[in-house]
């Protein structure tokens, strides 16, 4: 079976995956049907995460029909299922708790181990969970990366009228404008490119758009750091107004914090890594069931699998939504 084939940065191909050893009893074969392009696999792509290993193949935004399903699940053969791609040991302190994500046991799906881009792949069962009839390829695909907002979210306390502000309107930014639109809060969305901008102020009711030099300070109770760069961290915590939350989704490297005024205006900062399962994916699903839900931005285009020079230069560019695979047997 035809998967992606990361040898090392930047050098990405096809290869051709043998599984020619029978399943365990606790696991299931799917056929993938569609892959999203996450900015994890961008980073790997590029060599900047440095707990990601070569080669591997990538891919762990995935969503697939079962073929077969060992004697121990009890996952139906033909059943459509999406894929939780962060494994975790079930005994340390964490996972005990309940917080499976800071798990320091886990290892994920194409940073470490291999993922899921390949026509055909095989997986634990108990990392599935199975997608509601109602609910369309192209709305269970993105049901993964709407559980890092879903989690990141809850964090803190957004309803009618509560003033947002999201800094960076890529996938998880897209994401963040849903959900808090959704939730009825006063968004406005910041980034330096005016085409996603204009697309986010067509998409969403309700939402004002600024670039970063047009952001008056001090107005929003709570802001959503999407962007993943420095200068959106030091900003976000500029904009947050005294007694304001911050939430970090985006993954700077390294930025300035003003400690005096974090201190001063006692500003609280939310660190917060992918999600919990299965609660932030059943989440996840129920709110892409509901058509006041609006994700139909979110996908800018997709592409035959075959196509992945195409797909990954649209999402490296940064000019685009979501990009995602498509797996269809033609």
């Known amino acids: ?142 049901v993964e990366p709407l559980s890092v907002i879903v989690h990141a979210l809850k964090k803190v306390d957004i309803k009618k009228d509560t003033n947002v502000a999201i800094i960076g309107c890529g996938t998880e930014g897209m994401l963040s404008i849903a959900l808090t639109e959704y939730l009825g809060a006063n968004i406005t969305a910041i980034d330096i490119n005016q085409e996603k901008l204009d697309k986010v102020k067509s998409s969403y009711h309700n939402i004002k758009t600024l670039k970063p030099d047009e952001v008056e300070l001090g107005l929003y109770d709570v802001v959503v750091e999407a962007a993943g760069v420095s200068a959106a961290f030091e900003q976000g915590v500029e904009l947050v107004k005294p007694g304001g939350a911050m939430v970090l989704i985006g993954m700077a490297p390294e930025a300035t914090i003003p400690v005096i005024k974090v201190v001063r205006k006692e500003i609280t900062l939310y660190g917060s890594i992918i999600y919990n399962v299965p609660e932030d994916f059943l989440r996840s699903m129920n709110l892409l069931k509901d058509n006041k839900f609006n994700v139909d931005p979110v996908i800018s285009k997709i592409y035959h699998f075959t196509d992945f020079e195409k797909a990954y230069k649209d999402a490296i560019s940064g000019q685009f939504g979501k990009i995602v695979l498509n797996f269809k047997e033609e």
Not at 13 to 24: M, Q, R, S, W, Y
Request: charged letters at 25%.
């Open 1 to 142: 079976m035809l998967g992606l084939y990361l040898k090392e940065p930047s050098d990405l191909g096809l290869k051709e995956f043998v599984f020619d050893t029978p399943i365990k009893d606790d696991e299931v074969k799917i056929r993938l049907v569609y892959g999203g392009i996450c900015g994890s696999d961008i980073s790997v792509f590029n060599g900047r995460l440095p707990h990601a290993v070569y080669p591997i193949r990538p891919g762990h935004e995935l969503v697939g029909i079962v073929l077969e399903s060992g004697k121990d699940t009890d996952v139906k053969i033909g059943n459509r299922v999406i894929v939780q791609p962060n494994s975790y040991c079930g005994t340390c302190e964490y996972c005990e708790s309940g917080r499976t994500n800071i798990c320091p046991n886990k290892e994920s799906l194409g940073v470490n181990t291999n993922g899921g881009f390949s026509e055909e792949f095989v997986i634990s069962a108990k990392y599935l969970l199975e997608v509601p009839d109602t609910l369309s390829d192209e709305k269970a695909v993105l």
